[in-house]
């Protein structure tokens, strides 16, 4: 069974307050850490908004992408879910994402994201293995690989993750739509993504082998 | 919900009977099928055992291999299980394997071998992506891959199955282990393999990061 | 250095000739392979075309699938190599495609069909690894799965193989056309293939992160 | 053929020259990157060492490993290059690995460091798709995972990467050894590795099924 009180990192029974950015935790939030005492200076210190941006122009930014699914008994997907938001340039569609912190293991990045973005009884089946499925780089300059992001180079390790359990739109989500795989890499929600998400997801149906 | 009455290739809604070797469902078992009316002849046609060894020695048969493991709500990995049979030379350790029928799709088969090893109520997670961790060549003479039957030569496509329900062993098998990466690793348990399924179950181990 | 003789399953240093089918090889080619004295009643028979074909509505055959590719120096496909063939239908495309002998490993298979299509300098760059991007499940009725054939139940192992030499097409091929990954994922790309395998390229295109 | 003068990034026809640390190549060296001009400050800056060491205890940093391999036609893995180096605890195994720069693709800095390692005529065969076979994730804590690094948090896509030209121990390599895939997974060959890289190497065995 799932514990209601879920983890991060490597805190086991803790709820861990999460920011509203989903990326800024205290280092008070794991005071029990080993750690923590670790002998190097500063080691996982809290970074104020202004650090992180220099670093974003310093370093690629190490990041998961997850497309979310339903899946039949057989594991073939039924669904894929995509969250809707409201941005500056109207509607967009777009995966769950987010930025792997400092000591923070590539697998627990993935839950935390997902139960940021899907809620807390989202049920994710976290993928056994670290293999992503892709990699996509996110570079400042477009163009260059399919994946762009103004702000940052992140390079992205994606998973596709079943989940089971109730999805509900968190923070600024508007909505989770299930489309079918078809429906998911068709022109329409295309059209939608922003930064070669859509491409992403197209990747992903491809590796489940239901490229439309 | 999963249903309680399972299915066996595209037969939705049916619980199909397996026969005690769970390789030779007779045609009538699929009368709705559409292939059932295919131009064919002998279309998935049944075969007695002695077609069936016939063939053996003229084309590779495709199998399927399921390494049965236990997660955490991180996709971390905390048991293996290994099914341990009485057979000719004393008690061995197996995973998971079986046949792809004709007209039957791979994550089917899967879903259907775990089931008949495992109870109908082991509850598998079968992966959404056909794409395997790795493929294990089962040669009749040994030492041309790691993998050996002196019966055949099966290429088997191996994958790893979280499993959420109860395991109970089925047919001949004894028991089922619950094994930690580590012990499934370990030369102790290696010792008790055949056909070079213990070398199978390390790939696994080094596949999802938790190689002893 | 490739030495101009090419070997099929472990026969080195020795030419076999292959058929027009490409599958069909008498076991007088390979007369010193161990497992010609195995104790195996028709280890590795010679099939006449009759006994496949009834083979073929009897159990899943083992295939590969091979889209060759040409790299830059950072891997990067530059261009996808496409065979083209004039069938009952038309001009088709197609990639390399064929089945897995008795006792014959997957590479081998692999390295025989490309050099059967592509010829026997084409230099391709067999994966490390058998792990393949996908598994093509073809079946004998259309709409299971994306891939089709109408003579029989094929699993195929589907890999992206770099090839550095020349390449002329072979036996029934009128040209190996070398188009762009965007140009391969096309509609206009998509309407020459059969069976579903222009969705096959898409898969690869996808693997390779060059989804159009 | 390839080029004498070797790329790095989107950089092409033009050296690098890149320093004793393979890590800070200054942004004089790329004066003509549309990159460049991008709106964001200090865009793909130069670091200097000390900047760098704050990043590492506040971020995670992109890494990259290949684990170079000799192979045969068939793609069958016949020896493993470990560089040996002089280190403050004696000899020391190693495999090629180093971080990805701001704006450097995964595939160039792949490249990139198998060249400084293995010198500028090694010939890697880039994999054409960006799929790791495995993630190592190296914390400055050991025991979370089977990586270790005390400088940093590192999140390493590991590749294979066969190599087909002449490779010679580069900067404090003494040596470059060609080990069999079994002697790579040994024993005597681990107790020499640090960071857990002896535990990557036999990931990587595994995945191209040569696990001893």
Redesign the interface.
Known sequence: M??AG??VG?ARGKIIPVSMHGELPRPDDWPNE??RN?P??????W?GPA??D??R??????YVDAIP?R?D?????TAVGLLLRMGERGLTRSIVSG??????????A??RHIEKDLGPVALP???????????A?Y???PG???FHDPRQ?A?S?AY?V?VTGDCQPQQDALEIAWLTPEEACGDAAAAEFVGGQG?LV??AM??????G
Do not use: K
Request: net charge positive.
């Open positions: 799932r514990a879920r983890r490597a080993p750690w670790s190097q200076p500063n080691s996982g210190g970074m650090e992180l220099a670093i122009h310093q370093v690629p930014l190490v699914v899946t008994n057989s594991g073939d997907v930025r792997v912190l400092y000591h923070e293991r590539v697998r627990d993935l839950l089946q976290i993928p056994a293995s670290p293999q992503p499925f892709t990699v780089e570079l400042p300059t260059i690989t399919p180079h390079v390790l596709v079943p491409a197209r990747q491809a590796w489940i082998g239901r490229f």
